[in-house]
């Protein structure tokens, strides 16, 4: 097998990002951050090689080409957390390759992913959550709007992308649910609060009017369905980019709060966080995050050992201390 021809590199390339949009139904978003990663992997090994990109064949991504991309990330200072899921990257393009047969084995599956660091992630405390969503201010509509983000952000433990997607459709306001596309274009229901269906409430009410004044896009001539209206809209009647929400979420918690580092994802971290100090089941908050592991949702709330076991003492019937136990017995 000679893998194929040098000069279709990019050309494999893009058929194997083609294949994870549209077979695995992978985000847009997604799409590109792969494409990013073997981006460099595949200029790295180029370099290494002394060759050009397109001269470049699928066998030489071989097991010596991993290990040397992983020494230079190394050497430029990458953590290993961007170490793995850059090799995850290059592993499901190597297996695609594989499946494709442009190479006769997967060096993917013998080269060792970097242990992952232990770190704590960033979170609000209780406290300083309820002083965040007091921040904006009730006497505007974009201070309304904000609010309202913010609410749902903590109540719902959503995604930023999951957030800027929703439309009006999405939202059940009586029935206190928002239905949400998430990672894979998985759709879930997941609950909110009281205060947040105020908050909902109050912020429909400025939307219809900003709404009413923004320039409406023509359809496409190819289709007739209407296009979904945002949930969430800018002073200009048009949907909030990720951009700008991450902003707004900065910028109120840079006045309640003494940390850096605070992103929306951080408002999820913390949505989390307070449901397991508050006792709620890791299954419960793995459906309502949205993971397709629970492993993932341990590592999401930073749960550790002593946790884990410390609810277990509470909760297993049989997981009593023998001190209760004889007492038990004795009475």
């Given at each position: ?76 200072g ?43 992630p ?15 201010s ?77 320039v ?7 289709t ?101 136990e ?6």
């Amino acid at each position: 097998m000679d893998g194929g021809d040098g000069a279709l590199m990019t050309g494999h390339l893009t058929d194997f990002l083609r294949y994870l949009s549209l077979n695995r139904n992978l985000s847009p978003n997604t799409v590109r951050a792969y494409e990013s990663d073997l981006t460099q992997f595949i200029d790295h090994v180029a370099v290494a090689a002394g060759q050009k990109r397109v001269d470049l064949t699928p066998t030489a991504l071989d097991r010596a080409a991993l290990r040397g991309y992983l020494a230079e990330l190394h050497a430029q200072g990458q953590t290993r957390a961007t170490a793995a899921r850059k090799l995850a990257a290059v592993r499901t393009f190597l297996r695609y390759l594989r499946r494709e047969a442009l190479i006769d084995s997967d060096p993917g599956a013998v080269v060792a992913t970097p242990k992952p660091e232990v770190r704590m992630p960033a979170h609000l405390s209780e406290e300083e959550m309820l002083a965040l969503l007091a921040a904006p201010s009730d006497e505007d509509p974009l201070g309304r709007r904000d609010r309202a983000i913010l609410e749902l952000f903590y109540a719902s433990g959503l995604r930023l992308s999951e957030l800027v997607g929703l439309g009006l459709e999405d939202l059940n306001l009586s029935g206190r649910m928002v239905r949400v596309l998430g990672k894979g274009g998985k759709q879930r229901l997941v609950p909110f609060n009281h205060s947040t269906q105020t908050a909902l409430r109050a912020w429909l009410n400025d939307r219809e009017r900003l709404r009413r004044g923004a320039v409406r896009p023509t359809l496409p001539p190819r289709t007739g369905r209407r296009q979904p209206e945002p949930l969430f809209v800018n002073y200009r009647g048009t949907r909030l980019s990720s951009r700008s929400i991450d902003r707004l979420v900065r910028r109120y918690v840079a006045h309640c709060a003494e940390r850096a580092g605070i992103s929306p994802h951080a408002l999820r971290h913390s949505f989390a966080t307070h449901l397991l100090q508050r006792g709620a089941d890791l299954r419960a908050i793995q459906e309502l995050l949205g993971h397709a592991r629970l492993s993932t949702t341990q590592r999401y709330t930073h749960v550790n050992a002593t946790q884990l076991l410390d609810v277990y003492r509470k909760a297993h019937p049989r997981a009593m201390r023998r001190g209760n136990e004889a007492s038990e017995k004795r009475r």
